[in-house]
């Protein structure tokens, strides 16, 4: 049987039809009173649904968890709560753009140092004293994966704070995402994501020890309306799904692998320690121009 490989979108376990889960939010339309009413998170009380699976979610995370309505409005709304007028934040050159936006509403200042130079992270630390440091679990431009024993050794020694994004491998590195399938989920001390991947929906997820607190200061929390009721049906019912899924999380990485290798034939493909969805191709032609062709590859067929 000849199978395909769908390249075009985040669907990563291709879950966006899942007839169960979709069979869900058409009953609980017919059964409720409607889609609920559009209004801002900081209004709900604790037996609201959307309260509830916070609620679900942050004790199966090991964390709270603060559900957002994208995975940009998760970021940006996390730097107004955590930064403040002079505060130094350390970021990668790649780092997603959602963090730089919430970082110049809060005037910090900002220190950068190019992809994964460690080093050069170091170095400005060494200098600019203790901050902030946000890296991407799974870079979204160049598809590497952070060296996470590394950034955390350096976050420890310098006493700094550590974001972790992980849109890319949260539901899809073990289903708590990179940090829980190394073992360092609790040197993070804020788990970012946005659902728009593994959980095909839009929507993000916070999850630190204090959600309130970031609740509390966040504009995008307080100043924006929150998910709907349907966008909250789907997540509860998905995240069952996502829970279970090792099976397509395998057949996710064999067809990573697959491709890896057969277009590492034809081209070369920028190397992480672990095979990962997403593939960064470095192709040089005779010219000696370099230039870069990144794919999120999200298999449809293979399932
Ligand atoms: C690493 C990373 N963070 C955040 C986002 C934003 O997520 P969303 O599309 O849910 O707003 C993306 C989107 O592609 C991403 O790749």
Known sequence: MQHSIF???NDY????????VIQRQVDDLESSVGRGVAKSSFFLSDGDPHSCLEKDMGDWFGKECY???????????LMHAI????????????????????????HVNVHSNKHKNFAQLEANIRMHGPGVTM??????????????????????????VLVVDESHSFGVSGSKGYAHMMGLQDRVVFATASLAKAYAIRAG?????????????SFTYIFSSGLMRNDIV????????????????????DASHLLRTEVSKVADVIKSKLLFLLLSLAFVPKTKRRW??????????VF
């Open 135 to 160: 890296v991407e679990s799974v870079y979204s431009i160049s598809g590497a994966l952070a060296p996470l024993e590394q950034i955390v050794r350096i976050k420890k020694q310098y006493s700094c």
């Open 13 to 20: 376990l291709n879950l966006i039809n899942h007839k169960d």
């Open 292 to 301: 870069l062709a990144f794919i999120d590859i999200s298999p449809l067929m």
């Open 67 to 77: 559900l957002a309505q994208s995975g940009y409005a998760a970021n940006v709304g």
């Open 7 to 9: 390249l075009c979108d």
């Open 205 to 217: 997820i916070i999850f630190t020890s204090n959600a309130l607190h970031v609740k509390e200061n």
């Open 83 to 106: 930064c403040r007028p002079g505060v130094n934040a350390y970021v990668d050159q790649f780092l997603h753009m959602s963090f730089y936006d919430g970082l110049a509403a809060r």
């Open 234 to 253: 789907w997540i509860c019912a998905i995240w069952e799904v996502v829970k279970a899924a090792n099976d397509r999380r395998r057949k996710l990485l």
